[in-house]
């Protein structure tokens, strides 16, 4: 493999080439049996299902993805969990066995809004819908005035969660798996590449300073300063990305250094254009700030309402400059993420790629890769990886029509190529 990848906890072994629900559910419940093992037996953790209630219940949502209705495929999540119905997040309460697809179908539209789920529960062998609950895949919700995703209770187990026709997936603790396209891979979060995050606490520190100067020095230390504004700011992006990845066009985001120019790194843009997402988070941040500063009931009105608007401007924004991916070529950012163009062509001349110091190293071995096993790979990956050779400080986000992200990124001596990575944003976050 010659870009370097993660993974938490245990690692997945190897896998048919064509993977179905069986293979999910044998994974899901092999994981299981190695968390009992590392703690010793105790379940405590674990949702209250069996290994044969995991089988059905991904069974059955695996079959019921493909049951359209009218043209539409639904979109809907099943909750298994040791909470009881006086649990605040508890919507309703009914019984209904799940012994089929048509059953579940019939049930899905109950579970397809943003913040719905159906509680399913095992008794006597059987599967059973219990009720409807309203809750994020991590039991989380937004608070106004907050930029922040804030606590509203325990998280729920067992979640399988269907995104599609044949596409699931399947969350425990900390462990999420998606099937997709016939293949089963970890959800990693892209936030783990070091330079990303470097990328967020540089920016998240810069807006807090800009924000000190209007509202005062006091204003640094809301919520948590920069830590909790690079959060946002990586969930913001994360819009971006899972909305660029459910295109299933492809594309690719280049974040050039400092404040320069396309043009500057061998980058030509069919479509020069301005969009200051950045701005947007900023002025978002802002108006947390102005909410947590104000001094009267009228202040705090127009505090709310600047809050519920930046709010809705930064992930409406998100899904826009997702759309632009789509657009043959790339979208071009500065470290502010200030959209400098797209449809950008990458026109790295051959001679200062064979001449440029930096090589592709792995980074956990520190040893070079060889660069003819990037030829596997498509153009987009092949141009980001020349790019990042040749210009230092270069960070690209590479989505292939497969879903897959990837990212290239650079120093004054190395470039670095992460796999296998993925952009995980809830619907509940950023609506």
Known sequence: MPLNTFTLGPTIGDLPEFCGPDDLSDIMIALRKSQLEQHEGDAGWLSPISDAGIRRLIQVAYHTSFAAEEGRYPRFRLINTDHGTDSIWFAADFNTPINDVESLRRLAPAASETDGALLITEHDGSLLCTGSVIVSEMGFGTMIGRPEIVGVGRSPSFIVRVDGPGRLRATETFYTLLLD???????????FVRQVRGLWDELAAQMVESTALIHGAESRTYFGGSHTLAQFIHKAWSRVLAAAIDNHHGGAFVV????????????????????????????????CVSHAAARDEQERERA???????????????DILAGLSSVDGCVVLDRNLQVLGFGGEIRVDNQRVQTAPRALRNLKTGQLTPEDELERMGTRHRSAYRLAKVHAEIIVFVISQDIDLRIFCSDESNVFGFDRLHAWVHQSESE
């Open 256 to 287: 050039i250094p400092g404040i320069g120019k396309p043009e500057d790194f061998d980058i030509r843009c069919k479509y020069p254009a301005q969009m200051r997402f950045g701005d947007d988070i900023r002025q978002f941040w802002e108006s």
């Open 304 to 318: 709310i309402h600047a809050w519920n608007w930046r709010r809705a401007a930064v992930f409406t924004k998100a």
């Open 181 to 191: 396209r016939g293949r089963i891979r970890q959800v990693v979060d892209y936030g």
